[in-house]
């Protein structure tokens, strides 16, 4: 017997609902802790100083000075260039009429996901492994050489002295406490860490690695230890984000834009940064801003952009981890 049903009646309204989710990672916490600079070219420079291996000798009794130091004979300048960050966006005419559900304007909500994926553009920038680039058109745009590249990953600039290079590092593999504490130990004796204070930013397999240092099964370096917490609260907390070791204290903030390649979403789940915040910053030659172009009758146009490079003030004073 026929009847009418909904798989087969025209004219059912659908239900959408009010509703538009957008789940991707939007933490930038390399962007958010560097100190903020202004640009005023392509290409900035900082410089960079040591002091004198410690000496102590003596001097004799009556003894003249005869010969003299030259207190800036070893300083350099370390330099990058900016790079132009940029996504568009346009919508038709007929589109910013029609009725969307979730969405009062189409361009307004484009404009909005046009800065926050602009911001994760720089992140991952900033925290890569690309070179520096000058502009030489034909698709060569100006780039901004990233941080695992100031750090030597694949190989260390060669506009980079040797006394300012990374020394601090580890590409063994899975992290232990011991790994992990030697690595700060060759920060420490590079350079004392001066700032007193350092920020992991950590892949996701990293971050659990460092949570597991006090409790990982069959290592001879594991720690026992209990737990005591109300049993009201309902949970057991067992996770690392701050550590305090014996070259220093280290706060751990998980990130899933490190060391990727543009384009690509594959996260380098490994990798981590180990930074001195007070060594690093954005130097910016244009803020981020949105700019709406003219409609040629198809409908609304714009973009977002904004201009900025990665400064490293010593690449001496952070660590990496891959």
Known sequence: MAKAASYNTAGNREDLTDVLTILEPESTPFVSMAKKATASGTFFEVQVDDL??????????????????????????????????????????????????????????SEAKAVREIKRDMEAAVCSAQDRQADSGAGAPYKTRGMFKFLGLGGQPSDIP???????????????????????????????????????????????EISDFARQEGSTTALSFQVTQPAESKKITLSVNFYEGDFGNVAIVPSTLLNRTSGSSTIDKDAGLLIDPEYVAIHTLKAESNSELENQGGGRRGFCDVIAGLAVHSPKAHGYFN
């Open 52 to 109: 004198a291996v410690a000496s102590f000798d003596g001097v004799n009794e009556g003894e003249d000075v005869t010969s003299f130091d030259n207190k800036a004979a070893n300083r350099a300048r370390i330099g990058n260039y900016v790079q132009k960050f940029r996504r568009s966006y346009a919508v038709s005419d007929i589109q910013e009429l029609v009725d969307t559900a979730g969405v009062a304007s189409e361009f307004a909500n």
């Open 162 to 208: 040797a006394a300012f290079q990374n020394v601090a590092n580890d590409t063994t593999g899975t992290q232990t406490e011991t790994t992990f504490n030697s690595v700060l130990q060759e920060l420490y004796e590079a350079n004392g860490m001066p700032g007193g204070q350092l920020t992991l930013i950590a892949g996701p397999t990293l971050k659990k």
